[in-house]
């Protein structure tokens, strides 16, 4: 989206300043240097020159920026460096404040992802191992719906394809390690399977509309189940079911991504309750009951907090 030359006006004059000068840098910011044709510039003769050229941020975290203006909208590459190090890690290049390619590195700086924006309607996306063999070539509408993939293994063979918005896509790492199979349809993905190091599955989540929606099961690295999460608009809520040696030993309740019910912890068997916890909103609150045979033992929480007994819970709740 093209920037209004008065608005990059105002925002650089009053966030542009030098390594030099006494004015206060925003929070992100260290220092920030005006440069035109290679030459350092006060911030006010930068303004009173058109606006042209290079400004240098060096950020609390060791990222460099720099970006590149003409007449005071981006024009040209931007780069940011990794932290602390001169490698550059992201670049923009810019046309007239249209945002034209995008590229990342890997830390060694050999490309790993090169995003060219085809107007407003398409983006085409290349992904690179981090020996320089190409991973995946893909086509994006301007939704983010993946129109058509390609995808290659680490000895360039194809091993899955997207057409017309379905079919799977393989994602590795850079070292060509397999880290998930998403299935994708009408362009957006409703399953990633991920895998442990060893090939087997780590966990299966649905999705729908781009968020996790319905049941994620987890594994352990041999295989065995982990947990059965229940998911709704990308949180849990619901209840989940953890497990231990291919046995239910747990069941939690969430509301909204937190703990909120009564979790029940069980025995060996999968099916006699050991415990019971109340949670609310996150925290212990409420009686926690632990049965021995015929005996039970209740200890008492509010807001996380041990309390002596129900009496003193009650006394706080009342407050």
């Not at 007239?96 to 830390?107: D, I, K, P, T, W």
């Not at 993946?146 to 918005?165: A, H, K």
């Not at 993905?189 to 929606?213: I, K």
Request: with cysteine; net charge negative.
């Amino acid at each position: 989206m093209k920037l209004s030359r008065s608005f990059l006006y105002f925002f650089l004059l009053g966030t542009v300043t030098s390594c030099q000068s006494n004015r206060n840098c925003c929070d992100e910011v260290v220092c920030e240097t005006v440069h035109r044709y290679g030459v350092a510039l006060d911030p006010n003769d930068w303004s009173d020159r058109g606006q042209d050229g290079q400004v240098v941020s060096m950020r609390k975290d060791g990222v460099v920026v720099n970006r590149c203006y003409d007449s005071g909208i981006l024009h040209g590459e931007c780069t940011y460096t990794f932290p602390h190090r001169d490698v550059i890690q992201r670049k923009e290049v810019y046309d007239q404040g249209m945002l034209r390619q995008e590229y990342f590195h890997y830390s060694s700086g050999v490309p790993q992802m090169q995003t060219d924006f085809n107007g407003s309607d398409q983006k085409a996306v290349t992904v690179w191992y981090e020996n320089g063999a190409p991973h995946c070539k893909e086509m994006h509408d301007n939704q983010n719906n993946l129109l058509n993939g390609e995808y290659f293994n680490i000895e360039q063979q194809v091993e899955s394809r997207v057409e017309s918005g379905n079919g799977f896509r393989i994602r590795r790492d850079g070292q060509g390690q397999l880290e998930s199979v998403d299935t994708i349809q009408n362009g957006q993905m409703v399953l990633r399977t991920a895998y442990h190091s060893n090939g087997m599955p780590a966990s299966v989540t649905p999705y729908a509309n781009g968020v996790v929606e319905g049941e994620r099961r987890t594994y352990l690295s041999g295989g065995e189940p982990s947990t059965i999460e229940a998911w709704q608009n990308n949180q849990q809520h619901g209840t989940t079911q953890i497990f231990e040696h291919g046995e239910k030993r747990a069941e939690m309740p969430f509301v909204n991504g937190r703990q909120h019910g009564v979790e029940r912890r069980f025995r060996d068997d999968g099916a006699t309750v050991a415990q019971e916890i109340t949670w609310s909103r996150g925290q212990k609150h409420g009686p926690a009951n632990s049965y021995m045979g015929s005996t039970t033992a209740t200890d008492w929480y509010f807001s996380n907090r041990p309390v002596p007994n129900k009496a003193t819970f009650d006394m706080l709740s009342n407050q």
